[in-house]
């Protein structure tokens, strides 16, 4: 006998997503709303069809690097699949970009670029990459304020003509590792012909960019991130040949083996200055409220891919006399991922929300204070809740979520380096510490919970805000009782980070879950934050310092 299984299918990623036309529902004025539904239609349209189907046909298909021509000569070219190259076209004409710079939508141009990302990325191939590090440029170019630079590269950067369209490379991992970036290795001399690079980029992604930024040490600077200055390169010279730069191979990874990433020579590669010849590290921190952002929302829609997959397999799969999505458990399972995931929307796109407004400076210094703070937490918090969701998604499908055929284990593959890229859980734990040493920072944190707490009416959200409360207050006692003990401080970092981003998560959640019930958006996200609530909001324990040394 014959053995098959109805594979899963999406429909259109806007109409099927409630919570994002809710969430856009409150967040954008009605006419702004209105005038972009149908690209959101169209943008859903094509996610969970032609670039699905084609995402699907393409899996087998990967970057290939190709050193030397058939004469000799060193050329260093990658070619990238063909969805990668329809992706750089869709871009360009949907300004995927270009919407956070154009600023139509002022202080909303955040929510609304990350919005069209999120309906569309998911059957990219993680195309979001090179896309996050081009906006990150950009922001770096601007924000730091070089003329001339900003003149030849941000209307490339922000096109919205696939022709004239840039993406820009972020090359700062070296041989020595990944996050101390303070220990780079590679050398800026000055020439006749300008500043010369000479080094080893170790992990270098979307290195077929036209262009990147990178950190060198001029020479003569002392040692650490002081001495360290940003540098702006352009990949090729005028004559279409690498400028200075040799790709070593392409790194054999886990996941996003769709994204070129390289390792790579850069033997006297042009390069200018962004701002001055220090405080390179410094200067970069523009560039990480980007790309982190941009992680925080790729972890979003990972899961809301996983979440639509496994949901509609469960209206066709039959096990022993019913479909799934009529066995309790399987629907018990189901709604406690959902509520993870509505979590996570929310604590992402509260990221972006605070960069539009800090970009369209409207800022208040609370808001400021905030974005410091909520950007890391949002990054660490969804990137660990999209591996475990992902994981448990590929287990709804039994054996043929762990075949590789059917698409499904590239998810988990995919979603586990959301929580490595930008700084892994432990960096972004102490960089929430770093936000946290501004004087009032905390106070501000729990003023914004507590009023996102306070809105609720509904007698079944009482448990939440509780929790949410609780959790708040033991996460302020034990910063407060263990900032004499920098060690202990520093060991309960993760716990202490994990709290405070699933307590924000768990605010927003009743927040939103009050405006549906009154707005007659349903019950379904006040469901979500009473489930929330009882997976644990404080992840805080009281190990001495005793029992952190036993255990590390």
Request: charged share 25%.
């Amino acid at each position: 006998m014959s053995f098959f299984q109805d594979a899963p299918r999406l429909g259109n990623q806007y109409d099927d997503d409630s919570l994002l036309q809710g969430y856009l529902a409150r967040k954008l004025p009605e006419e702004l709303r209105r005038s972009l539904t149908d690209t959101f239609r169209e943008l859903g349209e094509l996610s969970g069809q032609y670039f699905y189907a084609f995402q699907l046909r393409d899996r087998l298909n990967e970057p290939e690097l190709t050193q030397w021509d058939a004469w000799g000569r060193r050329v260093d070219r990658i070619d990238v699949t063909p969805l990668w190259r329809e992706a750089e076209v869709l871009t360009a004409r949907h300004g995927l970009v270009a919407v956070a710079y154009e600023q139509k939508s002022a202080e909303l141009s955040r929510i609304h670029q990350f919005a069209l990302n999120y309906v569309i990325q998911p059957s990219l191939d993680v195309y979001s990459c090179p896309l996050a590090m081009t906006d990150g440029a950009a922001r770096t170019l601007l924000s730091l304020g070089n003329t001339a630079l900003i003149d030849r590269a941000l209307p490339h950067l922000t096109s919205r003509d696939p022709a004239e369209f840039w993406t820009s490379g972020q090359w700062m991992t070296e041989r020595t590792g990944g996050s101390d970036v303070g220990l780079t290795q590679t050398v800026a001399r000055q020439t006749p012909e300008g500043w010369r690079l000479y080094g080893t980029k170790w992990f270098t992604s979307a290195t077929t960019a036209q262009m990147a930024l990178t950190l060198a040490r001029p020479e003569g600077n002392g040692p650490g991130g002081k001495g360290l200055a940003l540098f702006y390169v352009e990949t090729r010279q005028p004559d279409g040949f690498l400028n200075g730069i040799l790709i070593n191979r392409l790194k054999d990874k886990l996941g996003t083996r769709k994204v070129p990433t390289a390792e790579l020579t850069l033997d006297g590669a042009l390069a200018v200055p962004v701002a001055g010849l220090t405080d390179g590290i410094r200067n970069m921190s523009s560039m990480l409220n980007v790309t982190r952002t941009w992680n925080a929302v790729a972890s979003v829609w990972m899961m809301r891919r996983a979440m639509a997959l496994a949901r509609d397999y469960a209206s066709r799969r039959v096990q022993f006399g019913a479909k799934l999505s009529e066995k309790p458990l399987h629907v018990d399972t189901l709604a406690g991922m959902e509520a993870e995931f509505e979590g996570a929307f929310l604590l992402a796109f509260r990221a972006a929300e605070l960069l539009g407004r800090m970009e369209a400076k409207v800022a208040t210094e609370q808001d400021l204070q905030l974005q410091r703070l909520v950007t890391p937490l949002a990054k660490l918090t969804t990137g660990k809740q999209t591996v475990a969701l992902t994981s448990e998604a590929l287990e709804s499908f039994g054996g043929a979520g762990y075949v590789e055929d059917t698409g499904l284990p590239r998810m988990l593959a995919d979603a586990q380096v959301l929580s490595i890229w930008e700084g892994t859980t432990n960096v972004l734990s102490l960089d929430a510490l770093r936000a946290l040493a501004k004087e009032g920072t905390l106070d501000v944190f729990h003023e914004d919970v507590e009023a996102r707490l306070a809105v609720a009416k509904e007698s079944g959200l009482k448990p939440c805000v509780k929790a949410a409360q609780d959790a708040l207050e033991h996460a302020r006692g034990w910063a407060s009782q263990t900032l004499a003990n920098p060690v202990g401080l520093e060991a309960g970092a993760r716990r202490f980070a994990l709290t405070l981003g699933r307590t924000m998560e768990l605010a927003l959640l009743v927040e939103h879950a009050q405006w549906c019930v009154d707005h007659g958006h349903g019950p379904k996200v006040l469901a979500a934050a009473r489930r929330f609530a009882r997976h644990g909001v404080n992840l805080i324990t009281d190990m001495d310092l005793d029992d952190s040394r036993l255990l590390a």
